[in-house]
């Protein structure tokens, strides 16, 4: 069974960067889309990043677009997940996930998920 685990969270200032790395075990993510979700204090889980066929590009939120990228290192069965000038609004705790299928994936109802990791913007 795949398994996934979220480092990289932390405190930072607005406009500061983080690079969040997920790492897969008991399978490849060569087999999976992969995504970011992440979930604020009192509000719902939320897409953030995404991808399905690395030709054809990833998938990101409106609201991260230009700041946010989300990458794979194959060698590593890694998935980060790279995150600048962040603002107070990107505070949450952001999880990896992975599905065969694409758009359950970006639903929010992948089959795997890790434990998450806890971003906070503030001055």
């Known amino acids: 069974q795949l398994q996934l685990a979220e480092s990289g969270g932390g405190s930072v200032l607005p406009g500061g960067s983080l690079r969040l790395s997920c790492a897969a075990s008991g399978s490849t993510l060569n087999w999976y889309a992969t995504g970011w979700f992440r979930q604020a204090p009192g509000k719902e889980r939320e897409h953030v990043a995404s991808v399905d066929d690395p030709d054809k590009g990833p998938v990101y939120a409106d609201s991260v677009k230009g700041r946010f990228t989300i990458s794979r290192d194959n060698a590593k069965n890694t998935v980060y997940l790279q995150m600048d000038n962040l603002t107070p609004e990107d505070t949450g705790v952001y999880y990896c996930?992975?599905?065969?299928?694409?758009?359950?994936?970006?639903?929010?109802?992948?089959?795997?998920w890790g434990q998450g990791t806890k971003v906070t913007v503030d001055s």
């Open positions: 996930t992975a599905d065969r299928t694409f758009p359950s994936l970006v639903r929010g109802t992948g089959d795997y």
